[in-house]
């Protein structure tokens, strides 16, 4: 090899050497943006690990607060139609899943003593009718109390099954009560006109006229009980 060919595979040399020095010096730039991805990554994993955490503990806060209110707020109005033997709680079946079980009911549970010994049951099937519907719409007061609900709450016929009079005389009472303590109107049905009219500050008869249309009727208590031969046998309401 003269000196011209050893100057040109020289100069090759060079010039492939600066294309791999080029190419080196673009990878590890390349190297050194995915290296600071990867650290600015790893640290948003952790801050969002954290939020998680963080997040679900106050989920957890809130779901124990919400449940609280809604066991304190339906007990209160069990107690004042069944006496303070009864409560309402919620098995959220907590001990289940710290054991590792894959168990997420939530059941609604009803504790009272009965011949001197605590029982604790479920709503449906296990308890009556009356009860049932005295728990339904303290749930459904309560939530609306969560939600600071302040219109006019419906009940059509809700607690037709609620059949002993005192019972249905303290919960006339509470109704009156809640009604007035929480100023939310009440609106409901009712074929026992002789206790819910009472506490009532309107009362409307539907009634069918001569051509068989329903008719409604405004009506004070005493017209209307004297319409439908109804005496007052059972305690007065705003007496208890």
Do not use: W
Not at 42 to 49: A, C, E, G, Q, R
Not at 65 to 91: C, K, P, R, S, W
Request: glycine fraction near 4%; charged fraction near 30%; hydrophobic fraction near 40%.
């Amino acid at each position: 090899m003269n000196l011209i060919e050893c100057k040109n595979f020289l100069d090759d040399y060079k010039v492939d050497l600066n294309t791999q020095v080029n190419l080196r010096d673009d990878l590890m730039q390349r190297i050194k943006s995915l290296e600071s991805k990867i650290s600015d990554n790893k640290s948003l994993k952790n801050k969002l690990v954290k939020s998680i955490a963080l997040l679900n503990r106050i989920a957890l806060e809130k779901k124990k607060e919400f449940f609280d209110f809604l066991e304190v707020t339906a007990t209160t109005f069990i107690q004042e139609i069944y006496g303070d033997d009864y409560a309402v709680f919620f098995d959220t079946h907590d001990e289940q899943r710290e054991k590792g079980k894959n168990d997420f009911k939530c059941e609604i549970r009803i504790r009272s003593v009965y011949n001197g010994a605590i029982l604790e049951t479920g709503v449906v099937n296990s308890r009556g009718g009356g009860l049932i519907e005295v728990v339904g719409l303290a749930f459904s007061f309560a939530l609306l109390k969560f939600k600071g609900y302040q219109g006019p709450v419906l009940l059509d016929e809700t607690l037709k099954h609620l059949s002993a009079d005192d019972k249905i005389i303290k919960l006339a009472s509470f109704l009156k009560e809640y009604s007035e303590s929480e100023n939310i109107q009440l609106i409901f049905t009712s074929h026992r006109v002789d206790v819910f009219g009472k506490p009532a500050n309107q009362i409307f008869q539907v009634k069918h006229n001569e051509e068989k249309h329903a008719l409604v009727v405004e009506m004070n208590y005493d017209d209307l009980m004297n319409e439908m031969n109804l005496s007052e046998d059972i305690e007065a309401i705003d007496e208890r």
